[in-house]
């Protein structure tokens, strides 16, 4: 069974820094795709940033130059370095995995708050 973990989100205020934290289990996470979206109120869920099994990295225009997706092999856990964080940033962050054909996989979810 896939379960996917987030841990990590909170109040923060503009330009400071959160770290994001996605534990997984029943998948192993370095040879397989791992997203994080978001999803602010009243707006589609978003892709923010991907990691491929072979480690290349894919981030929204949105954030580029301040997130940063990482994984820990030994830990089997996703992280999302996010800096210089903005109110627009403000959302609920997912985990997301598709390792099988047709099966999607998310997390429970976790807030992040940006005030100005």
């Known amino acids: 069974q896939v379960q996917l973990v987030e841990s990590g989100g909170g109040l923060v205020q503009a330009g400071g820094s959160l770290r994001l934290s996605c534990a997984a289990s029943?998948?192993?996470?370095?040879?397989?795709?791992m997203d994080w979206f978001r999803q602010a109120p009243g707006k589609q869920r978003e892709l923010v940033a991907r990691i491929t099994s072979g480690g290349r990295t894919i981030y929204a225009d949105s954030v580029k130059g301040r997130f940063t997706i990482s994984r820990d092999n030994a830990k089997n856990t996703v992280y999302l370095q996010m800096m210089n964080l903005k109110p627009e940033d403000t959302a609920v962050y997912y985990c997301h995995t598709s390792p099988y054909v047709g099966r999607d996989y998310w997390g429970q979810g976790t807030q992040v708050t940006v005030s100005s």
């Open positions: 029943g998948i192993v996470v370095s040879i397989n795709v």
